[in-house]
């Protein structure tokens, strides 16, 4: 990872002009607008269903597959020997609950710093009309100068970057990009041909290659020391 010195010549020899954000795990807590969702969708699925333990190995299965996994619905179905045509109202009462947001910590203050002295923008896999609503639920939507909501062209094409450098109206090698996934995100910013910034809470470096990320973050208010330092140089 780069050195104080190092990020200083990234941001001050590259004249960089905007910084992008990943949204979900980065800006804001992923996991609890999905539990939150899914607690409402269970009493649905209990109560109006009549599928008793549906809640039970729900969880097992999310616990055991992960949060990415995409048929929680069905093993959970064939598990209590249930048919899979209640997979449709199950999903679909899911999509239609809504839960409040929770913002990473210090993430506004850094916006607030930051959207004084650079373009802002957020790249977000999923569809508009949720991802939109979810920013604006955050309180941070007037933050931004650009929203890419990529949904048909996902993360990590190279689409969704070249399209918020172009509403942004940056060049690739002006922007800095910031998320917590390697794969998804800092990868695809690479390509792009942005600079990016890992923000790495859980400080995990196994699968980190250097020509991948330029800087590392484990928080919001570590980004706000370095980028205090750029101020003062450039003053």
Sequence with gaps: M???????KIFLKNNIKAIIFDFDDTLVD???????????????????????????YFWEIFKRKGSKYKY???????????????IKPIVHDFSSQETNEILIKASVRCLKFLKKRYKLGIITNGR??????????????????AIVCAYENPKPQ????????KKLNVKANEAIYISHDIEMDIIGAKKAGMFTIYFNPKKDTCNIKPKEVDIMIKS????????????????
């Design 30 to 56: 992923e996991m609890h607008w999905l539990e939150s969702r899914w607690k409402k969708t269970i009493i649905y699925a209990e109560k109006e269903l009549h599928l008793a333990k549906f809640g039970k």
């Design 158 to 165: 190279k689409k969704p970057f070249d399209e918020c450098l």
């Design 220 to 235: 919001f208010k570590e980004l706000n020391k370095k980028l205090k330092i750029i101020k003062e140089d450039k003053e």
């Design 128 to 145: 508009r009309k949720t991802q939109i609503k979810r920013i604006k639920k955050a309180r941070i939507y007037d933050y931004f100068d």
């Design 72 to 86: 929680h619905v069905n093993d959970t179905l064939k598990k209590l020997n249930k048919s899979q045509e209640l």
């Design 2 to 8: 780069k050195t104080n010195t190092q990020i200083k």
